[in-house]
């Protein structure tokens, strides 16, 4: 069983910035795909991104693009999301996600299914 844990929500001005990071205890994430989603009240789940870590490609869609960043720490064990320009727009709860069987990248969240807890994200003045 794989376990997900995030950290590094908070309340940031718009304009700001967030660092979430997504830990996996006692698990390589190599050969995986990591993906970030996040669901604000009233929406549904959406991707914001991933890494395929096979060669550490990365996907963003379209709302986050050259916003959103993420990397990844081989020996931490660890994927992180750095959000910068942040907008009310993204807040939302944030999660992380993975699933062994997964080979491509995909932003469907029902490919996936091991979840962390969520992170909040308020960006508000």
């Known amino acids: 069983q794989v376990q997900l844990v995030e950290s590094g929500g908070g309340v940031v001005q718009p304009g700001g910035s967030l660092r979430l990071s997504c830990a996996a205890p006692?698990?390589?994430?190599?050969?995986?795909?990591i993906a970030w989603f996040r669901e604000a009240p009233g929406k549904e789940r959406e991707g914001v991104s991933l890494?395929?870590?096979?060669?550490?490609?990365?996907y963003y869609a379209d709302s986050v693009k050259g916003r959103f960043a993420l990397s990844r720490d081989h020996v931490k064990n660890t994927v992180y999301l750095q959000m910068n320009s942040l907008k009310p727009e993204d807040t939302a709860v944030y999660y992380c996600?993975?699933?062994?069987?997964?080979?491509?990248?995909?932003?469907?969240?029902?490919?996936?299914?091991?979840w962390g807890q969520g992170t909040q994200v308020t960006v508000s003045s």
């Open positions: 890494i395929v870590t096979s060669d550490d490609s990365t």
């Open positions: 006692g698990f390589t994430l190599d050969y995986y795909v």
């Open positions: 996600a993975t699933d062994p069987r997964l080979r491509y990248g995909t932003f469907d969240p029902a490919e996936y299914h091991y």
